[in-house]
């Protein structure tokens, strides 16, 4: 079975699908010794990277236009049900993806994300009267049928 590891290292360079493929194969049948354990773990790590770029993502999104919608009056009257179809459709994605650890992920991360959120509305608006804080529970952001007065 030593063979095959050079042989799986390789795949993973020309062919990935069927590294993937054959890696799920091995993985099914605890067939251990012939994993690419270096590629492998690679992958994985990836994999949550990836994950948690998405939801930081759609939680600065769901930020980004609640602030929209609550604090930019001039541009409220024009913009107002866009900006809520946008939140909810955020909200939507982010539900697809959120797992507890996600989710702790998220939790821990929302001061930063909120920085950056105001800092994109400021500079989108010209707005100076924003809450230093974020101003919305972490129960709030999640929740698709909530949206600040």
Known sequence: ?????????????????QWLTETVRLLKNRQLEGLDYENLIEELEALGRSERNAVKSLLLQI?????????????????????????????VQLE???????????????????????????KKTQLTALPEQCPYSFEQLLDKHWFPN
């Not at 030593?2 to 062919?15: A, F, G, H, N, V």
């Not at 929209?68 to 866009?82: A, I, P, T, V």
């Not at 650890?101 to 509305?121: C, S, T």
């Open 63 to 91: 930020i980004i236009h609640l602030m929209l919608y609550q604090y930019w009056e001039s541009e409220m009257e024009r913009n107002r049900n866009h900006w809520a179809g946008e939140i909810i459709t955020f909200r």
């Open 96 to 122: 697809d993806k959120l797992t507890t650890n996600l989710r702790n992920y998220l939790g821990d991360k929302l001061p930063k994300i909120y920085q950056n959120a105001l800092l994109i509305v400021q």
């Open 1 to 17: 079975m030593k063979s095959q590891i050079p042989d799986l290292k390789e795949l993973y360079e020309t062919e990935y699908d």
